[in-house]
């Protein structure tokens, strides 16, 4: 392998975390997000089919990351675009360790901090090999139909469409309000 090939490795993979990645036209969905059981963070056994019909923009959340205070850009999303996409927050501590709360501690805290009123969800593991079945959906290409991106750190975003199908991704630093997923929503 040549020095030009070895760094041009390099230079996509830095670009391919740092950027949305969307749908390619051809890909086709494979598993319903639909059918996958979460828990609500007062801990409610249910499914994404409430959500069917609306689109999808699932977070995983932290407390106490620099990006937190994207909660107040979320929030303002799920007011000003509510009935067009849900807003879904599943807290994580596998970045960082910066979300060590309880489901308990963690809905205080966005409610008294970001009086946030849009779904939330139990604390999951966003990665690795405790994985939880939602988030195994949207990283595997063989399950959403072409994804393989998995979250890089806490607030990496998800879209999923009005049918369930898995559209882009964005990461932390793609902020609730920018234009790149408003386009998408609107």
């Known amino acids: 392998m040549g020095l030009f090939t070895f760094l041009s490795g390099i230079a996509s993979s830095i670009f391919s975390c740092s950027q949305p990645v969307s749908k390619p036209a051809n890909a086709s969905m494979k598993t319903s997000i639909y059918e996958i059981k979460i828990k609500t963070i007062d801990g409610k056994e249910t499914t994404l ?4 019909g609306k689109k999808m923009l699932i977070v995983n959340v932290a407390s106490e990351c ?7 850009d979320l929030q303002k999303l799920h007011e000003q675009y509510g009935n067009k996409v849900a807003v879904l927050g599943f807290p994580a ?7 060590p709360g309880s489901e308990e501690q963690i809905k205080s805290f966005c409610s008294k901090n970001y009086g946030v009123t849009f779904p939330m969800f139990s604390k999951i593991a966003v990665k690795g090999n405790n994985m939880h079945p939602l988030y195994q959906w949207l990283t595997d290409p063989e399950k959403n139909g ?3 991106q998995a979250p890089t750190w806490n607030f990496n975003k998800f879209l999923v469409d009005e049918n369930g199908n898995l559209t882009d991704y964005f990461p932390s630093k793609v902020k609730p309000l920018d234009e790149l997923i408003l386009s998408k929503i609107r």
Do not use: C, M, V
Request: charged share 20%; no cysteine; aromatic share 24%.
């Open 93 to 99: 501590n596998e970045f960082g360790a910066q979300e």
């Open 49 to 52: 089919a409430d959500y069917k």
């Open 146 to 148: 072409w994804n393989s």
């Open 66 to 72: 620099g990006y937190t205070p994207q909660y107040a």
